[in-house]
């Protein structure tokens, strides 16, 4: 079992940079696909990034390519999301999840993930 908690959000201007930590705990985590969802106000929770346990493939939304960076470390129970060029439409609550049978693939679809932390707000002002 794992349990996630995200931290890193907060208000910035369209243009700027922000990066979200997810911190996890539980033995299996170095084991797990690693993705980052989100959910603007009366919108479907979408998928944003994934990768893998190993780091070898990632997996990126088309709204964020270029501009979003998924990573991991796992020696410290941690997924990152780097975030450049924020826009306006970035603005949502942002969820870290855990896939335990996505060890080789980053799925981007909700289903697949069966663990999710609390979420973490990030308005980017126009």
């Known amino acids: 079992q794992v349990q996630l908690v995200e931290s890193g959000g907060g208000l910035v201007q369209a243009g700027g940079s922000l990066t979200l930590s997810c911190a996890a705990s539980?033995?299996?985590?170095?084991?797990?696909?690693m993705g980052w969802f989100r959910q603007a106000p009366g919108k479907e929770r979408a998928f944003v990034a994934a990768i893998t346990w190993s780091s070898r493939s990632t997996n990126y939304a088309d709204s964020v390519k270029g501009r979003f960076t998924i990573s991991r470390d796992n020696a410290k129970n941690t997924v990152y999301l780097q975030m450049n060029n924020l826009k306006p439409e970035d603005t949502a609550v942002y969820y870290c999840?855990?896939?335990?049978?996505?060890?080789?693939?980053?799925?981007?679809?909700?289903?697949?993930?069966?663990?999710w932390g609390q979420g973490t707000q990030v308005t980017v002002s126009s």
């Open positions: 539980g033995r299996t985590f170095s084991n797990y696909a």
């Open positions: 999840a855990a896939d335990a049978s996505g060890g080789y693939y980053p799925s981007p679809l909700r289903n697949k993930y069966e663990k």
